[in-house]
């Protein structure tokens, strides 16, 4: 089992920028992508970014150059860098880690408010 604690959600303006920061515990030797999804009120869970434990990473098309992940796999934490935040970024974002074995784990979410 793999626990997973987000943090660092909050109100912000649009264009400003939030750091969202996901924990993970318990069996996380054999962790190999995490990742960020975001689901909007009234739509459905979207990928947002993920990272190999090599450090490959892959975004959704609409937050490239905007987001960045990254992770310290010694920590066993990935992060969300999101800059030039828009409104149409409001959302509960959730952690998300996929071991070796195919087996998926979530996080509860942290809610991101844009304000326009």
């Known amino acids: 089992q793999v626990q997973l604690v987000e943090s660092g959600g909050g109100l912000v303006q649009a264009g400003g920028s939030l750091r969202l920061s996901c924990a993970a515990s318990g069996s996380t030797f054999n962790i190999n992508t995490m990742g960020w999804y975001r689901q909007a009120p009234g739509k459905q869970r979207e990928l947002v970014a993920t990272i190999s434990r090599g450090g490959s990473t892959n975004y959704e098309d609409s937050v490239k150059g905007r987001f960045t992940i990254s992770r310290d796999n010694a920590k066993n934490t990935v992060y969300l860098q999101m800059n030039s935040l828009k409104p149409e970024d409001t959302a509960v974002y959730y952690c998300?880690?996929?071991?070796?074995?195919?087996?998926?784990?979530w996080g509860k979410g942290t809610l991101v408010t844009v304000s326009s």
């Open positions: 998300n880690t996929l071991n070796i074995f195919g087996k998926d784990y």
